[in-house]
C-alpha cells in the first residue's frame, strides 16, 4: 500500500470516527481508550474493539434467545443486558449502552406486571 493510500485510509477512519462521536454513538471514554494506544501497543484499539464485539455478539445472541421463549425469564435477560451494558459503557459505545437501559427498564417493568 502506498504512502498516499494508507493517509487517505487514515484519515477515512479519523473522520469516520468523529462522526460516530457527533452522533452520539461514541463517549468520551473511547477517546480515553484511544489514549491508551501508544508505539508500545499500537493496536490496542483494535484489541479492544474485537473483544467487545465478539463479547457483545455472544450476549445478544444470549438475549436473542431468551426473549425468544414463551415464558421470558426476566432476571436472567437482566442478568445479560446488564454485562452487555456494562461493556457498551466501558467501551464507550454511548447508544449501545443506552438502548441496554431502556431494555432493563422495559425488563423491570414486564417483569413487575407478571
Known amino acids: 500500500m502506498t504512502q ?11 473522520n469516520f470516527v468523529q ?19 501508544d508505539s ?23 438475549l436473542n434467545r431468551y426473549l425468544g421463549y414463551q415464558n421470558v425469564d426476566f432476571s436472567k435477560l437482566d442478568s445479560h ?9 466501558s467501551i464507550g459505545a454511548h447508544r449501545l449502552k443506552l438502548a441496554c437501559v431502556n431494555l432493563r427498564q422495559a425488563s423491570d417493568d414486564r417483569n413487575k406486571e407478571g
Open 4 to 14: 498516499m493510500a494508507l493517509a487517505a485510509l487514515k484519515t477515512q477512519l479519523k
Open 19 to 37: 462522526s460516530m462521536f457527533d452522533e452520539g454513538v461514541l463517549d468520551s471514554q473511547f477517546s480515553q481508550i484511544q489514549a491508551l494506544q
Open 40 to 62: 508500545s501497543n499500537p493496536n490496542f484499539v483494535d484489541e479492544v474493539i474485537t473483544l467487545f464485539c465478539s463479547d457483545a455478539e455472544r450476549i445478544i445472541t444470549e
Open 81 to 89: 443486558v446488564h454485562q452487555l451494558k456494562g461493556s457498551s459503557s
